[in-house]
């Protein structure tokens, strides 16, 4: 009986033992505890080729989008230079043209330049805006910046609005001017020898006034020839393009040309002076001409301080604008 008991008491153990070895693992402990497998599985495995390469590789495309990206920057970069390039030769253009334009408002207003020598003026002047016209439009379809570059510089080196074209303007109109002045003077004096002779005949001195009348065309004629001068010395001037040395030679041509008009017009002034002390004269005969000539001179010389006071202003307001 002892003996049954006890194989009893093993069945039953024994029973046990082997229901919970077949159990099945739950998903927890399946999880948290990898099978063997599963670990080979994970190992990442290397092939001969493999070794080192993958490195490089990954090296070679971020070098590739590094060198990529810079050279959108660059094109970008390049773009906007082109386009600021392009706005500020637009600018300059515009602003040329628009000088221009006002030289031949100023030229059509002028009361003592013949109409031939105004229509002169403004073909050369007319002249000049095309050019530069046909420039912005060339620079307006470049695309490459070196040439915009060179483009751009050719609007002052090869233009010299500022610099050439316009003081040449302003010197043929003034020459213009000088001859237009003269020739006004030289009629006047005519009718000034006819009553200087009528007077004369009457039996009064007119010895001053005839000297008066010759140093009058001695002026007009002095006052021509310099604005000739001043005409001729200028009127074939060309752009530098660059050229120092002839930039040197323009503006040495310009300062002359316009030492020229200084002195012409100051013989135009005193010429102007002995017709008027001729006119006083004759209105006062018994006067004597030197005490008429002196007293037109007085006059004369308070209307050119006056003037000169008012100069300031007027300069300060030219340059505001």
């Known amino acids: 009986m002892k003996n049954k008991k006890t194989k009893m008491i093993k069945g039953l153990t024994l029973s046990l033992v082997l229901s919970f070895a077949f159990l099945p693992i739950s998903s927890d402990a399946a999880t948290t505890t990898p099978s063997i497998r599963s670990k080979i599985q994970a190992r990442p495995t290397l092939t001969a080729t493999d070794n080192g390469t993958s490195t490089l ?12 990206s810079t050279k959108n920057v660059k094109e970008v970069k390049l773009a906007k230079n082109i386009e600021d390039a392009i706005t500020k ?13 006002d030289t031949i408002e100023k030229v059509s207003e002028m009361k003592n330049v013949s109409e031939t020598e105004k229509a002169s003026i403004k073909s050369d002047v007319q002249s000049e805006i095309t050019k530069l016209e046909a420039l912005k439009s060339k620079i307006n379809s470049d695309t490459d910046l070196a040439t915009i570059k060179k483009d751009l510089s ?47 005949n009457s039996g009064t001195d007119t010895a001053s006034a005839e000297t008066a009348i010759v140093d009058i065309t001695k002026k007009i004629s002095s006052a021509k020839s310099e604005a000739l001068t001043a005409k001729t010395s200028i009127e074939d001037l060309t752009p530098d393009n660059g050229d120092k040395a002839k930039i040197e030679s323009n503006n040495v041509s310009l300062k002359s040309a316009r ?3 200084k002195t012409a017009n100051q013989d135009l002034d005193d010429a102007r002076k002995l017709v008027a002390s001729i006119n006083a004269f004759l209105k006062s005969p018994e006067k004597g001409f030197n005490k008429v000539e002196k007293k037109v001179e007085k006059k004369v010389e308070k209307k050119d301080v006056k003037s000169t006071k008012a100069k300031p202003a007027s300069v300060k307001k030219n340059q505001d604008r």
């Open 259 to 261: 030492d020229n008009i």
């Open 89 to 101: 030769a637009d600018k300059e253009i515009t602003k040329r043209i628009e000088s221009l334009n």
């Open 154 to 200: 050719s609007i002052t080196t090869g233009s010299r609005i500022y610099m050439l074209v316009i003081p040449r303007i302003n010197i043929l109109a003034s020459a213009d001017k000088v001859n237009t002045i003269g020739t006004m003077l030289e009629t006047m004096s005519e009718k000034l020898i006819t009553r200087i002779e009528e007077l004369k």
């Open 57 to 68: 590789r990954s090296k070679g495309l971020r070098a590739a989008s590094v060198a990529s």
